[in-house]
């Protein structure tokens, strides 16, 4: 069963509007840890925002927000102000469980955000 | 912060020929890094957890065989392709984290990636 899911393979913003990433996950571990990441067209993953479980606020960070619903299992990414580098594939991720073994991430589909000018 | 440094970034290598991949961290001590691959426009699909002093753990379907595994220090993991055929060409990342791999908030951080072409 899929444990990480994103709907959206491609979105379109207008530079200088707000975005929603989509990413809604499955687990019946109670400890587990949200990632999203940034893959530009280069290769590398560039980690934006962590969303704990336990966490009972949002995750922000700069012009990322983590919209985090934990009865829904959702944990969709905010970008405000869209910038043209921000036209990347962009992942979310979970980690489940504790303890070495616990640090291996499940990755979604991934979304192909394209910002135009 | 954390750095993870993954060479080399190109290769290109004909059929029937073994190829290493190498990951280090560079700033930190990692006991756990993880091998990723990945095909144009898809996800990231975990294929190994390295563990340093010890066997890898594989994920399931991957062959053990195939893609051998060495974490032989705190900052260096390998992964080696053996008898690499056109079907294993694709994009190689490796990722660590500092600390105890799953506790609180460390994100893994990710090599650059090695795109690997078997002609």
């Known amino acids: 069963a899929q444990k990480i899911t994103q709907t959206q393979p491609g979105m379109f913003v207008q530079e200088k509007e707000a975005v929603t990433l989509d990413c809604t996950y499955d687990?019946?571990?109670?400890?587990?840890?949200l990632f999203w990441y940034k893959q530009p067209s280069s290769g590398e993953m560039i980690f934006l925002i962590y969303q704990g479980s336990y966490d009972q606020q949002n995750a922000t960070e700069g012009r990322y927000s983590l919209n985090f619903q934990k009865a829904r299992k959702s944990a969709n990414l905010v970008i405000s102000a869209s910038q043209l580098g921000d036209s990347a594939m962009y992942f979310c991720?979970?980690?489940?469980?504790?303890?070495?073994?616990?640090?291996?991430?499940?990755f979604g589909q991934g979304t192909e955000l394209s910002v135009k000018p | 912060g954390a750095v993870v440094s993954q060479h080399p970034s190109w290769v290109i290598c004909k059929s029937g020929t073994s190829v290493k991949i190498e990951c280090r961290s560079l700033?930190?001590?990692?006991?756990?890094m993880f091998w990723y691959r990945q095909f144009p426009k898809q996800s990231l699909m975990l294929m190994a957890t390295?563990?340093?002093?010890?066997?890898?753990?594989?994920e399931q379907g991957v062959e053990k065989d195939k893609f051998l595994i060495n974490h032989a220090s705190l900052t260096l993991s390998t992964l080696t392709v053996t008898s690499a055929h056109p079907e294993d060409s694709s994009f190689y990342i490796c990722?660590?984290?500092?600390?105890?791999?799953?506790?609180?908030?460390?994100?893994?951080?990710f090599g650059d990636g090695t795109r690997l072409s078997i002609l």
């Open positions: 990722s660590a984290s500092p600390g105890q791999a799953g506790n609180g908030n460390q994100p893994q951080h």
């Open positions: 687990t019946s571990d109670p400890s587990y840890g």
């Open positions: 991720a979970m980690r489940e469980g504790r303890g070495n073994q616990g640090g291996k991430l499940i």
């Open positions: 700033d930190f001590q990692a006991t756990t």
């Open positions: 390295s563990n340093e002093g010890s066997k890898a753990t594989y």
